[in-house]
């Protein structure tokens, strides 16, 4: 049984889910629980200190052959890459198409901007 840690700041979509599950073999999905993870304070000179609780989630339920999930911070993200890969799980981050459009109601632009999954790559 296989577990994908979910450090995101954001969902995962179905789309990913699915990628997940086919090109992993991912059976579980575990979203780690913090309230640091998308506000990183930029005010710290280092962001040790904000990750010691998803360190210490991650070494009591991981185990090697595990996949996280992690995109944000760089200083962050960088970190946990480096984390996961000494404890032996396998580090990843989703890649997406991008595609934005500007909506015009009268006076009134609105620039959406959508992202479509599109594969996982190993850091």
């Known amino acids: 049984m296989k ?3 979910v450090l995101l700041s954001h969902q995962m979509t179905e789309h990913q889910e ?18 640091v993870w998308s506000q ?3 005010e710290f ?13 991650l070494s009591q339920r991981a185990k090697g ?14 970190n946990m890459v480096q984390y996961t890969k000494e404890i032996g799980l396998i580090p990843v981050y989703a890649t997406s198409r991008r595609k934005s459009y500007e909506v015009v109601d009268g006076e009134k632009v609105t620039t959406v901007r959508e992202f479509r999954h599109v594969r996982f790559r190993s850091y």
Do not use: H, N, W
Not at 45 to 57: A, F, G, P
Not at 65 to 78: C, I, P, R, W
């Open 3 to 5: 577990t994908m840690f």
């Open 45 to 57: 000179e280092s962001v040790e200190e904000c990750l010691v609780q998803i360190k210490e989630y």
């Open 65 to 78: 052959g595990d996949y996280l999930l992690v995109q944000g911070d760089y200083g962050a993200t960088y």
């Open 18 to 35: 699915a990628d997940a599950r086919e090109t992993f073999g991912v059976d579980r999905f575990a979203v780690i629980p913090s309230d």
């Open 40 to 42: 990183i304070p930029s």
